[in-house]
Each structure stands twice: as structure tokens, then as C-alpha cells.
T-cell receptor, first 118, second 112 residues
Framework: EAGVAQSPRYKIIEKRQSVAFWCNPISGHATLYWYQQILGQGPKLLIQFQNNGVVDDSQLPKDRFSAERLKGVDSTLKIQPAKLEDSAVYLC????????????????FGSGTQLSVL | DAKTTQPPSMDCAEGRAANLPCNHSTISGNEYVYWYRQIHSQGPQYIIHGLKNNETNEMASLIITEDRKSSTLILPHATLRDTAVYYCIVRVASAGRRALTFGSGTRLQVQP
């Protein structure tokens, strides 16, 4: 079974530039998550999709961050314009769906995109 | 979701058992305990979860106290590849669609 794919693996940009990250979840997984992980901290949820609808984007800085999940499969996360404090690893995860009891909480993560904003 | 408390770091000798504690004194009756780990430069990886009974799988064992206010993740024979940050997460299984919330975890260093 293929895992969650993310690209690029690394990205270096200057502040005020824009950047986009791509995620391809595990086939058949209805739920897709984007997490931000700042060095030394645990991952923090940015946005959660159920199929192609947004379930939770309460912690997404909407003035600069946007995300979409086309056709309920792949997803892109964009930052425009980037700030220094956006330097972090951006993790994508997927899970089967919301209605399968405890086993639903098994999230599968990609390796992330490490973003450096200079 | 119940708050969890974990030590920030622990050391373990290679080949010995690693016992990682987690305190969740405010846990509710319908909340599960989940463990994930994150090896350097990788995304978090699911390890195990449980409600009341002790659980074991090919990766680890989970021991939950009778009052459910704390738990211990046991790696029976730690190897250098088990060096990682271990996250203990408590939440209701059928909590609608809310995502997992990660704390800072315990950084386990397995020493040769």
C-alpha cells in the first residue's frame, strides 16, 4: 500500500514570496489533514478536509494561507505572502473516514515539506 | 479531549525495555489513549491505542492503570531505531470529525 506522498521535500524562499505544497493521500481515504510543525513542537492542525469539504480550518491563518482539495483526492496548501515565522515542516496526513470508531483515529502521515523562509 | 502530561525526555539502553509514562488524570470514560511516534525527518507514525485493557501489538505494549488516569507505553527491547519523539494523545473515539491534537511528547534517546 502506497503511503501519503508530499512534495517538495524542501523549499527555501524569501519573505513575502509565495509557496505551494502538494499532498496525495492514501487511496480511498476520505479525510485529509494539513499540520504545521515548528521546530521543537508537536504538529498543529491547520486544516482538515472530509472528501472535498472543509471540516475545520479554525487555526488556518486565512489572510495568507489557503488550501484546497480537488475532487476529494489531492490537496494543495499555499502561503502568500510568506513570513519568517512560517518556517516549519508542513505535514499532510490522511485517514479512512469519521465513522469507524476508534480505528478511525489511525492517521497516516507523509514525510512533510520543510520550509525555510529567509 | 483530556490533557496529557509527558516527561520531555528519557534515555534507554539498547536492548532494554523503554517505559514511557503518560499522565491523563482528567480522562473521561469514553476517551481512548493513543500513542504515536515521530522519528527524525519523518511524519508521526501510529503505534497503538487502548481504552481500558492492556494492549499489545508488534510494535509495543500499552498498560493503562485501573483508574485510567495514567498509562505506560512499553517498547520491550529498544533499538537505536526507536529513538524518536513519542506522543500520548487522549480523545473520544467518535468525536465527530475533529483531528488529533499533539502535545510536545517525550524525546526518547536509545543509547548504544
Amino acid at each position: 500500500e502506497a503511503g501519503v506522498a508530499q512534495s517538495p521535500r524542501y523549499k527555501i524562499i524569501e519573505k513575502r514570496q509565495s509557496v505551494a505544497f502538494w499532498c496525495n493521500p492514501i487511496s480511498g481515504h476520505a479525510t485529509l489533514y494539513w499540520y504545521q510543525q515548528i521546530l521543537g513542537q508537536g504538529p498543529k492542525l491547520l486544516i482538515q478536509f472530509q472528501n472535498n469539504g472543509v471540516v475545520d480550518d479554525s487555526q488556518l491563518p486565512k489572510d495568507r494561507f489557503s488550501a484546497e482539495r480537488l475532487k476529494g483526492v489531492d490537496s494543495t496548501l499555499k502561503i502568500q505572502p510568506a513570513k519568517l515565522e512560517d518556517s516549519a515542516v508542513y505535514l499532510c496526513a490522511s485517514s479512512p473516514g469519521p465513522d469507524r470508531g476508534a480505528t478511525n483515529e489511525k492517521l497516516f502521515f507523509g514525510s512533510g515539506t520543510q520550509l525555510s523562509v529567509l | 479531549d483530556a490533557k496529557t502530561t509527558q516527561p520531555p525526555s528519557m534515555d534507554c539502553a539498547e536492548g532494554r525495555a523503554a517505559n514511557l509514562p503518560c499522565n491523563h488524570s482528567t480522562i473521561s470514560g469514553n476517551e481512548y489513549v493513543y500513542w504515536y511516534r515521530q522519528i527524525h525527518s519523518q511524519g508521526p507514525q501510529y503505534i497503538i491505542h487502548g481504552l481500558k485493557n492492556n494492549e499489545t501489538n508488534e510494535m509495543a505494549s500499552l498498560i493503562i492503570t485501573e483508574d485510567r488516569k495514567s498509562s505506560t507505553l512499553i517498547l520491550p527491547h529498544a533499538t537505536l531505531r526507536d529513538t524518536a519523539v513519542y506522543y500520548c494523545i487522549v480523545r473520544v473515539a467518535s468525536a465527530g470529525r475533529r483531528a488529533l491534537t499533539f502535545g510536545s511528547g517525550t524525546r526518547l534517546q536509545v543509547q548504544p
